[in-house]
């Protein structure tokens, strides 16, 4: 399908052809391991095993590449499962990386649990700051790691002016676009090597489904991803692979409501007594609301907020919500409410990463956004 088309129109069309054998409109959950050759290396359609490559996934690594606007996506069975097939692709023992202050807590236990172990290094950086992430370079940085915005403290980093610092220090520049999705931000075009995605958040959009994804232009770095991802054999499944696909279709509509929902929410709770500080770019007092104005169509759907009163009364609003779940992850049709700092969070305690005790994250999801504000205001009392 030709890039031209609009981004809603990709969403849904691209990597769907109709299945040639019945007209089937959507692509078929191919749940198969092995496939009938025509002759030793008689491959139909390059296909020999499931881990290699299956049809369904084929399908939505075509279409997250469209929607990324690379040349190749790669669909992982989680999240973590791409960003670890991406380090032991990048990296080797005594290299070095550069990490952003307020990663996702995954993210962190990664690099700080098992890839350090692994003989790689990394320095923490403030990634909005760019001169603070130009002096944590050191002769062996391979990569820049950038979540914009980040979880939880929607911080905002300048992609395009990292990728300057990354070029000129002969580094890649990783991207995690899960919050934003690449409806709302496209990394690639701001000078990204890679974008990753937790595709369990936002792409699925329906918290039914675990996965991951990586998304390149380079040829060569595609080959190597791809060569990594068959060796090491964390692939999306087929059905996984499907229900992501189903849900990237709606996309758009969904993340126009998400951030629609999640400004109102912002807006209320600016002006909650016992709220102390609100967290989301949108805000035109928030520090990186220029730099999120420029490089995202909106401001999505993620909000964090501290309250007055500390951790237990964090922890009291979380438990107070009711139309907000109480649970971990984001993204879906659904609002969320959750602690970080006991939650998701809790591998980055006592680490430069660690989160303040009275934060509490929303996943605003696509609800009236009258329901979510009453009962945010009664969680709050």
Request: with cysteine; hydrophobic share 45%.
């Amino acid at each position: 399908m030709s890039d031209q088309h609009s981004f809603e129109t990709l969403a849904i069309h691209a990597g769907n052809t109709a299945d040639p054998l019945t007209g089937a409109v959507v692509p078929p959950i191919y749940q198969v391991s092995t496939y009938k050759q025509d002759g030793v290396g008689g491959l139909r359609g390059g296909y020999e095993y499931s881990r290699s490559a299956n049809p369904t996934r084929t399908a939505l690594e075509e279409n997250l590449a469209a929607l990324e606007g690379g040349r190749r996506g790669l669909a992982f069975a989680s999240g973590l499962a791409a960003e670890d097939c991406l380090l032991r692709t990048l990296l080797t023992p005594g290299d070095h990386v550069v990490i952003p202050n307020d990663a996702y807590g995954g993210t962190f236990r990664l690099f700080a649990k098992v890839v350090s172990r692994w003989g790689v290094e990394f320095s923490v950086a403030d990634t909005s700051d760019v001169s603070a992430v130009r002096g944590a370079i050191t002769p062996r940085t391979k990569a820049i790691w950038v979540e914009t915005p980040s979880n939880p403290l929607l911080g905002i980093t300048d992609i395009a002016a990292i990728a300057d610092v990354a070029r000129s220090a002969g580094a890649r520049l990783v991207v995690d676009n899960t919050f934003a999705s690449p409806y709302l931000q496209q990394p690639l075009a701001l000078g990204a090597d890679v974008v990753v995605h937790s595709t369990t958040k936002y792409m699925g959009g329906h918290s039914d489904v675990v996965g991951g994804a990586l998304i390149v232009n380079d040829p060569g770095l595609a080959e190597e991803l791809a060569y990594h991802q068959n060796a090491m054999g964390a692939v999306a499944g087929p059905f996984d692979a499907w229900l992501v696909l189903r849900g990237i279709k709606t996309l758009a509509v969904r993340m126009d409501r998400h951030s629609e929902n999640a400004t109102k929410i912002a807006d209320l709770l600016t002006r909650h007594p016992k709220v102390t500080q609100v967290l989301y770019p949108g805000l035109p007092e928030h520090a990186g609301h220029e730099v999120a104005a420029k490089q995202m169509k909106a401001f999505g759907g993620m909000v964090s907020f501290r309250v007055a009163g500390g951790e237990a009364a964090a922890i009291q609003v979380c438990n107070r919500a009711e139309l907000f779940t109480l649970g971990e992850s984001l993204g879906g049709v659904e609002s969320l409410v959750e602690h970080p700092g006991r939650m998701t969070h809790a591998s980055a305690a006592g680490s430069p990463l660690e989160v303040p005790a009275d934060l509490v994250r929303l996943s605003v999801g696509i609800e009236s956004a009258d329901d979510l504000i009453a009962d945010l205001t009664q969680a709050l009392g």
